[in-house]
């Protein structure tokens, strides 16, 4: 099974901060990687897909990048509604996995 | 507009069993593979299974920690993706959520707490 890493799990930020969320696979996933956001209570919020597509209606302060094994979530300037957990996914095969996940708190 | 209702949570004793459900709407259900992921209170998210559609002979996969015990199934008619959970152990306490493949998982439901305690 394919391992997902991600780093930090948790930092803290200010509202405008850039920050920079990291997630590892164990294998080559190409570019099959998906960012969630959660808030306490609510399912995962599907924030990018496929690496770096940006889902509808999410603003474009979040983008992604990456390929193969390393992969990562970028928030431009920190909103104080982006104050959350957020998860890498793995879905190169039926399998998924997912990150351990980034907790987001405000400074 | 694409729902999913999770239902059927509650409390179960140690080594019992409980089925939950999850109803679909909004989408063609029949040709979508649905997956069951849970989140233990405090915890991050982990993949449970998925049940591919009737094109794939509904084929399904399970993780390690819950293969043997836990078994995926659909009803296409009813559009509604079951799972049942036997030998419950405390460990096992969590909010049980669905979601469909496609459309690159962004459809989930609210989720259904399931208490496995004595």
């Known amino acids: 099974d394919i391992q997902m890493t991600q780093s930090p799990s948790s930092l803290s930020a200010s509202v405008g901060d850039r920050i920079t969320i990291t997630c590892r696979a164990s294998?080559?996933?190409?570019?099959?990687l998906n960012w969630f956001q959660q808030k306490p209570g609510k399912a995962p919020k599907l924030l990018i897909y496929a690496t770096s597509s940006l889902q509808s209606g999410v603003p474009s302060r979040f983008s992604g990048s990456g390929s193969g094994t390393e992969f990562t979530l970028t928030i431009s300037s920190l909103q104080p509604e982006d104050f959350a957990v957020y998860y890498c996914?793995?879905?190169?095969?039926?399998?998924?996995?997912f990150g351990g996940g980034t907790k987001v708190e405000i400074k | 507009e694409v729902q999913l209702v999770e239902s059927g949570g509650g409390l179960v004793q140690p080594g019992g069993s409980l089925k939950v459900s999850c109803a679909a709407s909004?989408?063609?259900?029949?040709?979508?593979?649905m997956h069951w992921v849970r989140q233990a209170s405090g915890k991050g998210l982990e993949w449970l299974g998925r049940?591919?559609?009737?094109?794939?002979?509904?084929?399904?996969t399970y993780a390690a920690s819950v293969k043997g015990r836990f078994t995926i199934s659909r009803d296409d008619s009813k559009n509604t993706v079951y799972l049942q959970m036997n030998s419950l152990r405390t460990e096992d306490t969590a909010v049980y959520y669905c979601?469909?493949?496609?459309?690159?998982?962004?459809?989930w439901g609210q989720g259904t707490l399931v208490t496995v305690s004595s």
């Open positions: 909004g989408f063609t259900f029949s040709d979508s593979a």
């Open positions: 049940i591919r559609s009737t094109a794939n002979n509904y084929a399904t």
């Open positions: 979601c469909r493949q496609g459309g690159n998982y962004a459809y």
């Open positions: 996914q793995q879905s190169s095969s039926g399998v998924l996995s």
């Open positions: 294998q080559n996933i190409d570019f099959y």
